[in-house]
């Protein structure tokens, strides 16, 4: 295991539903990242989070809304989303601020839209 | 605009050859490269950087080139194992104010045994 754990690993919405995907990280690191992965295409920076604040966000949808409460614990809340948002979402974390970082993932959530 | 790609989406070779995955960025301001690996079912794992002022970098069976002239990165591994079946990514991650790592589109690579 990387030391970055997502639950759930799976998911299957209504695009009704509301529903929340959650990251944590045991690596002591300081910033947090949400990525999307769809088939064949590559991995699309969602949001990033540095010491808990909001950084980067890459034109994403309003139906996706993240959260960072702690260093530790990153959401992503899901709320009417549409079929083209079936995909693998990957959490990440780093030890943040400028430089040479490697970013450690989780296995992700593989979310399912119909 | 900002990209990296790679040259070819999937590359098969006999167990116990080498194996080169080739990558293209466009940036020339980027000074920092990353290959991960990812298999089935799990997120992309590190597997070696490179930083700008190198041109070569050996890990365990790996070894990374990078050619700032024609902006070309490659992953080297050498006597190919069944497991390292995987898609490879490379990746930049330049000196900007945040984290924030381009991925490119990812190699297939599948090993023959």
């Known amino acids: 295991e990387t030391g970055v754990t997502q639950t759930p690993r799976h998911l299957v919405m209504g695009m009704t539903n509301k529903k929340s995907l959650k990251c944590e990280q045991h690596?002591?690191?300081?910033?947090m990242y949400w990525y999307k992965q769809s088939a064949k295409k590559p991995l699309e920076l969602m949001f990033v989070y540095s010491l808990e604040e909001r950084v980067e966000n890459n034109s994403v949808p309003s139906r996706f809304s993240p959260e960072c409460p702690n260093s530790s614990h990153l959401f992503l809340h899901l709320h009417t989303l549409q079929p083209e948002d079936s995909a693998l979402y990957l959490c990440?974390?780093?030890?943040?601020?400028?430089?040479?970082?490697?970013?450690?993932f989780g296995p992700g959530t593989r979310l399912t839209v119909l | 605009g900002e990209s990296v790609g790679l040259h070819l989406p999937t590359l098969s070779v006999q167990e116990g050859d080498n194996s080169i995955i080739n990558c293209a960025y466009s940036n020339s301001a980027s000074d920092y490269f990353i290959w991960y690996k990812q298999e089935s079912g799990k997120g992309p794992q590190f597997i070696i950087d490179?930083?700008?002022?190198?041109d070569k970098r050996q890990g365990q069976r790996v070894t990374v080139l990078l050619n700032k002239t024609v902006k070309h990165l490659s992953l080297q591994i050498a006597a190919t194992q069944p497991g390292d079946s995987a898609v490879y990514f490379c990746?930049?991650?330049?000196?900007?104010?945040?984290?924030?790592?381009?991925f490119g589109p990812g190699t297939s690579l599948s090993v023959i045994p």
């Open positions: 990440a974390s780093s030890r943040s601020g400028h430089g040479y970082n490697e970013q450690f």
């Open positions: 490179i930083r700008s002022n190198m």
């Open positions: 990746a930049e991650n330049g000196w900007t104010s945040y984290d924030k790592v381009i």
């Open positions: 690596l002591g690191h300081n910033a």
